[in-house]
């Protein structure tokens, strides 16, 4: 059974930082690939970033430039770097593995 915890949300000024962490078990690293979402209460879930099995990488139009996926083998870890962070970036972001999905991360950006 996959278990995921994201972590790492907060509230921060427009033009700041938040680095998530997606931290996995249950699956082997590198097995399914990972992608990281957002979601507000208005809106479905919007992509935002991935990553692939073999390392290949993708982001949103909207957040292309501004956030960066990378992941961690030994801690079995996904992160999404964020940096110019905007009021519209206010959403819970959640981790993909396997279609499973943790309670997500609030993320909270103050103009």
């Known amino acids: 059974q996959v278990q995921i915890v994201e972590s790492g949300g907060g509230l921060v000024q427009s033009g700041g930082s938040l680095k998530l962490q997606c931290e996995y078990s249950?699956?082997?690293?590198?097995?399914?690939?990972i992608k990281w979402f957002r979601q507000t209460p208005e809106n479905e879930r919007d992509f935002v970033a991935r990553?692939?099995?073999?390392?290949?990488?993708g982001y949103s139009d909207s957040m292309k430039g501004r956030v960066t996926i990378s992941r961690d083998k030994a801690k079995n870890t996904v992160y999404l770097q964020m940096n110019n962070l905007r009021p519209e970036d206010t959403a819970v972001y959640y981790c993909?593995?396997?279609?499973?999905w943790g309670q997500g991360t609030q993320v909270t950006v103050s103009s």
């Open positions: 990553i692939t099995t073999d390392g290949r990488i």
């Open positions: 993909d593995v396997a279609n499973a």
């Open positions: 249950g699956i082997i690293f590198g097995s399914y690939p």
